[in-house]
């Protein structure tokens, strides 16, 4: 037990810098992929695919190769040359990784809604925008929860990736003092972390459905 104690600090201080990038990540990523539904499903064939060529090509490569690419390739990139620093390189490829993600469940969510709801805004007098946020998007969020849940407890678990690029997470922090110490002990209190984590997302979700349940009605 005193060995445990003796640890939770550095484990505390890499689940700060898992946080901080899990937070960041789905305070981008959700209006950024809400934003390329739309323009998914634009009438403008050119956006249109630009958007979904975007979201093949992120979702169909892996997203350390994003990572490693954002952080050690753009610097060599022809007229780019930029070199971000670790916490910003990562944050990018989640962000962009992501909000494809998100982008193809708010797709699927609008495209569910019954046409006849636009006709009726239409008729009622009520603009594009005034559609979407007074009646499709409330019943969007209702039909994303789920899909929506599954990604972000997903998250939780990818921030471990960012290892990769020498930053002090929960996951690195936990190598490292197993490695000092040849003492396993600090993989099992890191999966405690991460359990409390989904855990606490979990139920937050199951809240939010509640919530939103009233739209089945």
Do not use: C, H
């Amino acid at each position: 037990m005193d060995y445990v104690l003796g640890i939770l600090p550095p484990l505390l201080e890499g689940t700060v810098v898992t946080l901080q990038m899990f937070f960041a990540t789905i305070v981008l990523a959700l209006p950024l992929g809400l934003l390329l539904a739309l323009a998914r499903i634009s009438r403008f064939r050119a956006l249109s695919s630009a958007v979904g060529i975007y979201i093949w090509l992120f979702r169909g490569t892996p997203l350390m190769l994003q990572l490693l690419f954002i952080y050690f390739g753009l610097p060599f990139l022809p007229y780019v040359g930029v070199r971000l620093p670790d916490f910003s390189a990562a944050l990018l490829a989640f962000v962009l990784n992501y909000a494809a993600y998100f982008a193809e469940i708010f797709r699927a969510g609008i495209q569910s809604i019954d046409r006849g709801q636009y006709e009726g805004a239409k008729v009622l007098g009520m603009t594009y925008v005034q559609t979407m946020r007074r009646i499709v998007l409330p019943q969007v969020i209702k039909r994303v929860l789920p899909p929506v849940s599954n990604e972000t407890i997903t998250l939780v678990k990818d921030t471990s990736l960012i290892y990769v690029l020498a930053m002090n997470d929960l996951l690195r922090t936990t190598r490292a003092i197993v490695q000092r110490d040849f003492n396993t002990m600090p993989f099992i209190v890191a999966a405690v972390f991460y359990l409390i984590m989904t855990l606490v997302l979990t139920w937050l979700f199951q809240k939010l459905e509640k919530k939103y349940a009233v739209y089945d009605e």
